[in-house]
């Protein structure tokens, strides 16, 4: 009789969740939430903002850029020192750092004040998702990641759900400026829960890290291991945001849908969201990381193709396809983020998750530059071009399964080169 492979082991998710581990996840997925909804919430509030502050659409403009610019910036210089510390107070001290800034978002009352204050808590912003990844990355087995970042990134439709709806709320009877304020709140709340109950994540200290920032920093920019997971992850990043900042203008000007039943499609695939992130995480620890990839790129393709080329559809027809696309999306965030963070050795993971955090923020950005040289805006409202990026999003969907293929050989490969050898039956 002989032990099971080391790649199927790698992948096996029969495994339970402990009391701790439950804990891990539900405060980082709170965490997570603060992060994305803050990250989210001064889009929408641009009609409140612009008159408010007596700004120009530019300049609201700026104000938006200036934080995914500042966390881009911050997770390059971070990753020279993230895995000189214990990762719980590296969060906290970062955490602690963005909950400031939310409430100078809050206090600003002037357009210098507010951009300040996104610079500012940017900074800060683009580290704590770094950390958290790290913990989960040293605290969780590969078997287990995929389930852990299916709730964490749940968070994410959970701010479409609930925290933006809420928010607009607030803002409408109390000013733009109350859902920073509720931030806050939230952030005090699951700062003192990581004060009170996390315990310290030092393990990678006594593997003698790097003591040199930036000698650290160009370690980590230029193992070739590591390269294949930055590229990977700037494509995936690039191919959603594509489409993101324009779906908006689409579904109003192209497809018929009134802007008052716009929150009736954002909630019902955000609720789709939410309820298929677990399912999809528990799917790529018992299926393997990689299956569930190639079939959310499927999907996604399938999906972006329909969905760039509809033309005056009914709103469930929409809701259909956007929920089937978002399906795609999640299986492909939720199963790479849990299979490239194998790559990085222990001693490093702070600082490539840093640098991955830098690059999604960057790419982001970058993609939406491209996107809107090659949409175009006719008088009527309709845009040209929208199938064209729906192309482009394919190919590089198409790109990504690509590397994911090496990236998912070189984890397996690890793995099997760390298993013990199977051993024969007496």
């Not at 690059?359 to 008088?379: E, P």
């Amino acid at each position: 009789m002989t032990n099971p492979s080391p790649t199927h082991a790698a992948e096996a998710g029969g495994m339970g969740f402990s009391g701790y581990q439950k804990f891990v996840v539900a405060v980082l997925a709170f965490l997570q939430f603060t992060i994305v909804l803050d990250f989210m919430l001064l889009a929408p509030l641009g009609a409140l903002v612009v008159p408010a502050l007596h700004i120009t659409p530019e300049q609201f403009g700026d104000v938006v850029s200036a934080y995914a610019f500042a966390a881009g910036v911050s997770g390059i210089v971070a990753a020279g020192f993230a895995d000189r510390f214990d990762r719980k107070r590296l969060l906290l001290i970062f955490y602690a750092g963005f909950m400031l800034g939310t409430l100078f978002c809050a206090l600003a009352h002037t357009y210098v004040l507010l951009l300040l204050a996104r610079m500012f808590t940017g900074l800060f912003a683009g580290v704590v998702g770094a950390a958290s990844m790290a913990i989960v990355t040293d605290l969780f087995p590969l078997s287990m990641r995929g389930r852990v970042m299916g709730y964490i990134q749940s968070a994410f439709a959970a701010s479409t759900v609930l925290g933006l709806p809420l928010s607009l709320w607030l803002s409408s009877h109390w000013g733009w400026n109350a859902p920073f304020f509720l931030i806050v709140a939230v952030c005090t709340v699951v700062g003192g829960a990581i004060i009170g109950r996390l315990r310290p994540v030092n393990a990678h200290l006594a593997l003698r890290p790097d003591k040199k920032p930036l000698h650290h920093l160009l370690h980590t920019l230029t193992t070739r291991s590591y390269l294949i997971g930055f590229a990977t992850t700037a494509l995936l990043t690039m191919g959603g945001f594509m489409l993101m900042p324009y779906s908006t203008l689409f579904i109003v000007n192209n497809l018929g849908i009134p802007m008052s039943m716009l929150s009736v499609v954002y909630l019902i695939t955000g609720l789709v969201s939410a309820v298929m992130g677990p399912l999809l995480g528990k799917a790529s620890d018992a299926f393997g990381k990689f299956r569930i990839f190639a079939f959310g790129c499927v999907v996604t393709i399938v999906m972006v193709v329909i969905y760039t080329r509809m033309s005056n559809v009914g709103l469930w027809t929409l809701i259909t396809v956007s929920a089937l696309l978002q399906i795609g999306i999640f299986s492909r965030i939720i199963s790479s983020s849990a299979l490239m963070s194998a790559l990085p050795k222990p001693s490093d993971r702070g600082a490539y998750m840093s640098i991955s955090s830098s690059l999604q923020q960057m790419s982001g950005g970058l993609a939406a530059l491209l996107g809107g040289m090659v949409v175009v805006q006719l008088s009527n409202g309709r845009l040209l071009h929208f199938d064209v990026l729906g192309d482009i999003l394919v190919f590089t969907t198409l790109a990504s399964f690509v590397m994911m293929y090496f990236v998912n050989r070189r984890v397996m490969g690890a793995a099997a080169a760390v298993a013990p050898l199977p051993q024969e039956s007496k």
